[in-house]
């Protein structure tokens, strides 16, 4: 399925169906649907019908094993958790998922058979930039010099951090991100209420996993931060620990509120917050942007450490103290 | 409802032929599955693991509606197995579940949609189609199928070339170290065709052979083989890649040569073998007028040393081999006397049999 | 054969048709020619210059039936298989898939066959850092004396992760990589060929976005004709790259400069939308600096074709050179931390951000405005005079520079009064580096037409004209924005010292060392005498010493005056001894005296003792006193008398190293 503000970009793919690659990079800011597009092209491929357009018919065997997730000429790596290795369901977890070279010589070995239905066979790597250095060395010879009919499809948010030598063997596609309408459109189309507010926190960009429940809690959160004082600091880190958020969470919220209060301190402009204006316009009165500056530092560090089983209690509050001094009147303790 | 009412075996034994595939673990869950399928008189069963698919079917005409489904193979076998022979099965579907009874018995299983199975994709032009008693074919895979590479980098020698031309059809397999080539004369005139039949589907079409001459019928299409014999048809996925030129391997100059009876050789080497190196496997052969002899020497220095006369004027030449290379081939070779052909202690050794050319074994010597 | 992407068909098939790389194809066609092979090669460099290529070429070289030659036939069966990918006796291994010690024990075990259909068994060991260092202790026997019929040829972009052990076995190759001329020059040969029309611009473009491998230049091209659809245009190709057209930058650092932070960020939020990766516009903004700083400091070596000439110099009169430094770093930090922002935009627009909260008319005069560093000590940055910036400073200069920013629309010359250079001539600075030998117009006040006179003001107060032996490098007057020459400071070199500013790789922590080292020129009471004492003198200039240091501190004074020195360089250090470190000791020479002082540097062993040796002899007499010391300790004798004690000597280290 490919979304509305996809449209053109299919049509710039179709393009070069008469020179197909053998592997494609799409590019593109998180949420925007790059791998619903990599998948809504795989279908296409091994669509048995195509429709006008280059459109997979969504009838024929290739789509419907497709869309069962059961397409023998199709594989998909992405990052699989310990437990899933084990056949277990995945849990959310603190540690960040990475693509194996396990995985990757499977796919090796399904590239050398011939096709099961006659046709290509499509391999989909998602996210790209969580191939372990391993996996992804191992994946060069093949992704450079797939078989006939092998065709890989990656997909990457942030093409500087993948390998050079994975990126050299790929053909580069950028994907577009909606217009700020579009995006606000498809929301409201998906029923997300307070889409405006949604959409703004996440930067603009709406495939994000709606949790009602997250939202609440960082509706709270943001309105603590909205509040610093010593004593609510402390029933933030609390809230945050006793749901047990992993770190990279609160430390998003904060980054975010942060942008905000920087950007409308020293320029006049709120991304992530716009309901929150009036609340930022007061705290701004009180800002000092260095000691803003140094609190996100502080963040800086700690945003590699997301996913760890720190103790999250401490670092958080020690992080918010650094916020508190934001507020100290302009001069340090 | 009621779909089939059969005697146990005439289940049970086309599922046993098809179960062998199923893997473990798989990917997709539907690939644990056998999809029966009945269509007029006949029940058929397949599977798949991707690689191979086999679909066998009931020898005898069964009544009922015609339906299709999937279910666990492996437990289906279970279960069958478990219930005494001669019993009568009734197999009912209700709401996406099997419902197996037998007796007192009663099984309850659960399915998945039989349009999700993977089917293959069949191409329906041939390049090339002969057959063969099963008998033949069971014997040619035997003499060369042990030289397969075993997860070789390369991936395309992890199988057996099979080559059509003429009246020939030709099976090679090779490791890089030793070469195995078998070939027979068929009917049909064939065209010039080639594919690459991975390991797995040889070792599993040579369990399914039988040891008759009923004829199985082969036949090489674009990206696949088809095998058929009786009820049962094994469509094979081939590999992606090219086989290297086997006529290259062959030594043509090769002077040292003499004739040798295979099972004094075999049991020779086997005696040797005792004290061979447990990793490296190395053997010396040592050759003089008259006589040959077989040298092996372990890590702790322990020695066997075996001489055999031979019928033989040439040189002198020392030459050391991987020895299972060796028992591979003497093994398998399909004949009483075999021909020696060396040349020398660098140069790949020739192995044929005297006066039959649809067998050649080259083997590369090894540094001891 | 149907379509293959432009890479895999263009792979070149034998050694003449290898772009670049003539050094590693002349030395392996001749040990082919002459048959002296080595039985190891390990072939080194960046992703796509050929190190598979050459691999695989070399192995037909080995195998062609007509015989070991430098130039393989391609027809024969051998040559053709290899072709193919097909060739049993050649075995492309990735290591990373076989990183473990029992995958290379096996494909070490295969080495002791002969080859079935060739001469030569070849092992190619892609990627080979990949390796375990058990692996690798495997490899060490065979790689050393392997059976003849073997040989290997090792690949790797990460020589660093290979064991030196490994390295000495082989025979090494760093494969180079490819000048934007070569790349587009080849590309504009594969398009002939492929009968594609192009516009030479274009490939100029993708020349240089392949930054060295003829790989991604291939792949870029077949993205190019892709967008193109068909044709490969320049417009087509900037807007393919998402090349950051420098002008916006220009605007974004205008607005910078102006502390103006809505139109800062209306500037970025158009570069989001026109979909350029914030990944690259920073970059391309610290590229953009570090241009600004050679404005600043050495205005000769900006190019005069260079396209922004005009606004580069408008803009560097704008920002004082120590800001230029912070934005830097705030740029090169911002990058870096690029993926730890919640995304993308966000962590560009803090770095923005960031660079507004320290703009001099933000920045609390206090306040330590202290970029994250990686290193504990954080690089101190001067406390931005309380004064305002010198936006101010030169009203009408600075006025003059806006309006040329902001007309850079239409790219008009300026042909407006310049930009006022407050101060310049004013403080008769002695010039640290050697002024021009150009006769460089009698400077005085600087009322000079025209933003690019900036460059040619030389501020030569009366001062001797030294000819320097290598007068590379000549740096004129720091311009205009020599107001802010009060404020320099010296804790900048600390964290500048060790960089020179030449380095290739890609823009590092500091800036050009002497960049700053201009500014802080020390304005001594009392003229400085030279004794003689060539090691006190570098141990006195210290860390003004920058890039110079290895040269200073390995060099022997063979003659001297008050305005000449004469060192000898060993042979060993004659690296060190080049015109640019030249020049950089000079630099630092003449603040010390207060004047400029020739220099003359020749490599020839005198048999003295350097400084770098005094001070090693110095250390061992320290050590060796330490060791007396603590042996004649009576608690130590007693720990060794009564508990066994034993006095490890190795470890004794001076305090100043802990």
């Known amino acids: 399925m490919l979304f509305p503000w996809q449209l053109q970009d299919w049509q710039r793919l179709n393009a070069e169906r008469a020179r197909l690659p053998n592997a494609w990079l799409f590019i593109g800011p998180a949420g925007t ?30 789509c419907r094993w497709f869309e069962h997730g059961t397409h023998p000429d199709f594989r998909r790596l992405s990052p699989q958790t310990d437990d899933e290795e084990e056949g277990k369901e995945a849990k959310p977890g603190r540690k960040l998922p990475l693509i194996k070279i396990e995985a990757v010589r499977q796919v090796i070995e399904f590239a050398h058979l011939t096709a099961h239905r006659a046709g290509q066979r499509i391999v989909v790597v998602e996210p790209a930039e969580n191939l372990n250095p391993a996996a992804a060395n191992a994946l060069l010879k093949i992704l450079e010099e797939p078989p006939q009919d092998v065709l890989f499809l990656l997909v990457a948010q942030a093409a500087q951090r993948l390998l050079p030598t994975i990126r050299s063997r ?75 958020l992993p770190l990279a969470i609160p430390l998003g919220w904060l980054g975010k509120w942060l942008h905000d209060l920087a950007g409308l301190s020293l320029a006049g402009i709120v991304r992530y917050h716009p309901e929150q204006q009036a609340v930022l316009q007061q705290l701004v009165l009180r800002c000092d942007p260095v000691a803003l500056m140094r609190c996100q530092d502080a963040l800086q560090q700690l945003a590699p450490f997301g996913q760890h089983t720190l103790n999250t209690r401490l670092q958080l509050e020690a992080l918010l103290m650094d916020y508190l001094k934001i507020f100290a009147g302009g001069r340090q303790g | 409802m009621l779909i089939l009412q059969a005697e146990r075996d005439a289940l049970l034994k086309p599922l046993l032929a098809v179960t062998g595939i199923v893997e473990r673990r798989h990917t997709l869950p539907i690939l644990s599955n056998v999809l029966i399928e ?145 070939s027979a004369d068929v009917e049909a005139t064939l065209p010039k065709a080639e594919v690459i039949l991975p390991r797995k589907t040889i070792l599993e079409l040579y369990k399914l052979l039988q040891d008759s001459d009923d004829e199985i019928n082969i036949e090489v299409l674009a990206n696949q083989v088809r095998f058929s014999f009786g009820s049962t048809v094994i469509i094979s996925k081939v590999v992606d ?6 006529n290259r391997v062959i030594p043509l100059d090769n002077d040292k040569i003499f004739l040798i009876e295979r099972l004094t050789f075999l049991h020779a080497l086997q005696r040797a073998a005792i004290l061979a190196n447990e990793k490296f496997r190395g053997v010396r052969l040592v050759l003089a007028p008259g006589k040959m002899s077989i040298l092996c020497t372990n890590s702790e220095q322990e020695e066997a040393e075996e001489e055999l006369e031979i019928a033989y004027q040439g040189g002198e030449l020392e030459i050391g081999f991987n020895i299972n290379y060796l028992l591979d081939v003497l093994t398998n070779l399909p004949a009483d006397t075999l021909q020696m052909a060396f040349g020398d202690s660098n140069r790949s050794t020739l192995v044929t049999i005297p006066d039959y050319s649809n067998f050649k074994y080259i083997v590369m010597p090894m540094r001891i | 054969m149907s379509y293959q992407v432009l890479a895999r068909k263009w792979r070149p098939k034998r050694f003449a048709d290898l772009v670049g790389q003539e050094h590693v194809v002349r030395a392996l066609s001749n040990a082919l020619n002459e048959e002296r092979l080595h039985h190891a090669y390990l072939l080194t460099g960046t992703r796509g210059v050929g190190k598979t290529t050459i691999a695989r070429i070399l192995a037909k070289s080995l195998n062609c039936e007509t015989g070991t ?278 962590g560009f627009n803090m770095t923005l951000l960031r660079m507004l909260a320290f703009h001099p008319a933000h920045a609390q005069p206090d306040s330590v405005a202290a970029p994250r560093s990686n290193t504990a000590a954080a690089a101190t940055r001067p406390a931005p005079v309380a004064m305002p910036a010198q936006p101010d400073a030169g009203v009408d200069g600075s006025a003059a520079a806006r309006a040329l920013l902001a007309g850079l629309g239409n790219r008009k010359p300026a042909s407006r009064p310049a930009a006022q250079e407050p101060g310049t001539a004013a403080d008769a600075e002695p010039e640290p580096a050697a002024p021009a030998p150009l006769a460089a117009p009698a400077p005085a006040q600087p009322v000079t037409p025209a933003v690019s006179a900036v460059s040619a003001v030389a501020v030569a107060p009366a001062e001797p004209v030294v000819t320097a032996p290598a007068p590379a490098v000549i740096a004129q007057a720091a311009p205009s924005v020599a107001a802010d020459d009060d404020e320099r400071d010296d804790e900048d070199e600390t964290e ?61 004074l063979k003659g001297w005056s008050q305005s000449r020195l004469e060192l000898a360089v060993p042979d060993s250090f004659r690296h060190m001894a080049t015109r640019d470190y030249q020049e950089k000791l ?59 004690a034993t006095l490890i000597a190795e470890t004794i280290q001076p305090v100043q190293e802990l």
Not at chain 3, 249 to 262: I, N, S, T, Y
Not at chain 3, 504 to 521: D, G, L, Q, W
Request: aromatic content about 6%; overall charge negative; charged content about 20%.
């Open chain 2, 241 to 246: 890649g090219k086989f290297p030129d086997y």
């Open chain 1, 33 to 62: 649907g790059k791998l619903e597009f990599a998948l809504h092209l795989a279908q296409s491929l091994l669509c048995e019908q195509l429709q006008a357009d280059y459109q997979p018919c969504g009838h024929c065997k290739g």
């Open chain 3, 69 to 346: 030659t430098a130039e393989p036939c391609g027809e024969c069966s051998a040559c053709r298989q290899i072709d193919a990918g097909r060739f049993v006796d050649l075995l492309e291994i990735d290591a990373a898939s076989n990183t473990g010690i029992d995958n290379i024990r096996e494909v070490l075990e295969n080495a002791q066959y002969a080859p079935t259909s060739g001469r030569f068994k070849v092992y190619i060991i892609d990627e080979v850092h990949m390796l375990s260092k058990s692996a690798f202790n495997a490899m060490l026997k065979t790689l050393e004396e392997p059976p003849a019929h073997v040989k290997f040829i090792l690949a790797t972009t990460d020589p660093q992760k290979v064991p030196v052990t490994v390295l000495s076995r082989c025979l090494q190759f760093s494969l180079r990589n490819m000048t934007p001329q070569q790349v587009a020059g080849h590309l504009a040969h594969v398009l002939e060929v492929e009968q594609q029309s192009f516009e030479p611009a274009a490939l100029a473009l993708l020349g240089r976005a392949a930054a060295g491998s003829m790989r991604d230049a291939l792949s870029l091209l077949d993205q190019a004709i892709a967008y193109g659809m068909g044709e490969v245009r320049e417009e087509g190709v900037r807007a393919m790259l998402g090349a950051v057209d420098r002008r916006y930058l220009f605007v974004l650092l205008d607005a910078l400069a102006a502390a103006d932070g809505p139109r800062l960020m209306a500037e970025a939020e158009q570069l989001a939308q026109r979909g350029i990766g914030f990944d690259s516009v920073l970059a391309e903004m610290a590229v953009l600096l570090q241009q600004l700083a050679m404005a600043q400091t050495v205005p000769a070596a900006i190019a005069d074709d260079e396209p922004e000439r005009e606004a580069l110099f408008a803009l560097a009169s704008l920002i004082a050179p120590q800001d230029v430094q912070l934005y830097y770093q705030i740029a090169i930090h911002g990058r870096k931390d690029l993926a730890l922002a919640p995304d993308e935009h966000a």
């Open chain 2, 38 to 182: 009945k269509k007029g008189g006949q029940v058929g069963f397949l599977a798949t693991d991707l690689e191979i698919q086999i679909t066998t079917a009931s020898a005898d005409e069964l009544p009922g509606e015609d339906f299709r489904l999937t279910t666990s193979a492996k437990k289906l076998q279970d279960i069958l197995r478990a219930i005494p022979d001669k019993a009568t099965v009734t197999l009912e579907q209700l709401d996406g579940r099997l419902t197996l009874k037998a007796g007192k018995s009663r099984f309850n299983l659960q399915t998945l949609p039989a349009e999700d199975f993977p089917l293959l994709s069949v191409g329906s032009a041939s390049d090339a189609s002969f057959t063969l008693p099963q008998r033949e074919l069971k014997r040619l895979i035997s003499q060369v199928q042990f030289a397969m590479a075993v997860q070789d980098i390369r991936y395309y020698l992890n199988g057996l070339l099979m080559q059509t031309d003429g009246n020939q059809v030709k099976l090679i397999a090779t490791d890089g170290h030793r070469l195995a080539f078998a």
């Open chain 3, 496 to 556: 500048l010292d060790n960089t020179a500013p030449w380095d290739e790789t890609e823009a590092e922590e500091a800036m050009p060392a002497y960049a700053m080292a201009e500014e802080s020129t020390a304005v001594d009471a009392a003229p400085y005498q030279f004794d003689g004492d060539w090691g006190g003198l570098v141990t006195q200039l210290g860390t003004r010493l920058g890039a110079s240091r290895m040269l200073a501190h390995n060099a022997v």
């Open chain 1, 170 to 244: 790929c053909r580069q596609f950028p994907l577009s991100a909606p217009s700020p309408a579009q995006a606000l459109d498809w929301l409201r189309q998906q029923g997300v209420s307070n889409a405006e507010a949604e959409l703004a926190h996440n930067g603009g960009a709406p495939l994000f996993d709606h949790d009602p429940v997250l939202a609440k809690l960082r509706s709270q959160f943001i309105d603590g931060l909205g509040q610093p004082t010593f004593a609510s600091i402390l029933n933030l880190a609390e809230l945050v620990d006793k749901q047990k």
């Open chain 3, 586 to 644: 000079k630099t630092a020479l003449a603040e010390q005296f207060g004047h400029t002082v020739e220099l003359v540097v020749t490599i020839e062993e005198l048999g003295l003792e350097t400084p770098a040796m005094q001070g090693a002899r110095h250390r061992q007499e320290q050590l060796a006193q330490a060791r007396i010391c603590l042996e004649n300790d009576p608690v130590i004798q007693q720990l060794v008398r009564d508990m066994g």
